[in-house]
T-cell receptor, first 112, second 115 residues
Framework: SQQGEEDPQALSIQEGENATMNCSYK?????LQWYRQNSGRGLVHLIL?????REKHSGRLRVTLDTSKKSSSLLITASRAADTASYFCATAGRAAGNKLTFGGGTRVLVKP | KAGVTQTPRYLIKTRGQQVTLSCSPISGHRSVSWYQQTPGQGLQFLFEYFSETQRNKGNFPGRFSGRQFSNSRSEMNVSTLELGDSALYLC??????????????FGPGTRLTVL
């Protein structure tokens, strides 16, 4: 079973627009991570946010974490065609068996 | 540093056969995790090895097994292949255990097709 569930499942935007995707999870966590996957290749780590952090930035990426709602969001600002990919949230924590558990992902298409 | 490498990249097998996939982690990383990715089930955790010991295991049948060598390289084996084993198998390495505050670095994956 998947710990995290992303919403929406798919997103289509124009280059230059912002893209926001959400992740909800079920059990308490140590941290939540976001990964990107391009067309069936390996995943690339984007950001790790710990359970005691509320917001984190990395370049054009902004991640928020609300542990009371068991949810996180990933915002990509000023999107580029190269941002076209699937984005996955993954949670880690003792309650989930101390393994990294991935959600179903959000497919993002950025149209030039 | 070189990234995570996986061999082979593509593999075609028939039902009933067995297969061994290999993963070389980033130098210095002691944890290697394996995942299966399919369109229907998404990314599912198979197992994690740390310092040659299996530290965690997902909900997969005993046909799926793995091991880690003293140089941290890891192999996974699937015996008696079934059609449903067709998937992208991803290996990831990290400095510490995957359940901790450790970024995982993924390899390109091995695409297994079972006919």
């Amino acid at each position: 079973s998947q710990q995290g569930e992303e919403d929406p499942q798919a997103l289509s935007i124009q280059e230059g627009e912002n893209a926001t995707m959400n992740c909800s999870y079920k059990t308490s966590i140590n941290n939540l991570q976001w990964y990107r996957q391009n067309s069936g290749r390996g995943l690339v780590h984007l950001i790790l946010i710990r359970s005691n952090e509320r917001e984190k930035h990395s370049g054009r990426l902004r991640v928020t974490l609300d542990t009371s709602k068991k949810s996180s969001s990933l915002l990509i600002t000023a999107s580029r065609a190269a941002d076209t990919a699937s984005y996955f949230c993954a949670t880690a924590g003792r309650a989930a068996g101390n393994k990294l558990t991935f959600g179903g992902g959000t497919r993002v298409l950025v149209k030039p | 540093k070189a990234g995570v490498t996986q061999t082979p990249r593509y593999l075609i097998k028939t039902r009933g056969q067995q297969v061994t996939l290999s993963c070389s982690p980033i130098s210095g990383h002691r944890s290697v995790s394996w995942y299966q990715q399919t369109p229907g089930q998404g990314l599912q955790f198979l197992f994690e090895y740390f310092s040659e010991t299996q530290r965690n295991k997902g909900n997969f049948p005993g046909r799926f097994s793995g091991r880690q060598f003293s140089n941290s390289r890891s192999e996974m084996n699937v015996s008696t292949l079934e059609l449903g084993d067709s998937a992208l198998y991803l290996c990831a390495s990290s400095e510490g255990l995957a359940g901790g505050h450790n970024e995982q670095f993924f390899g390109p994956g091995t695409r297994l097709t079972v006919l």
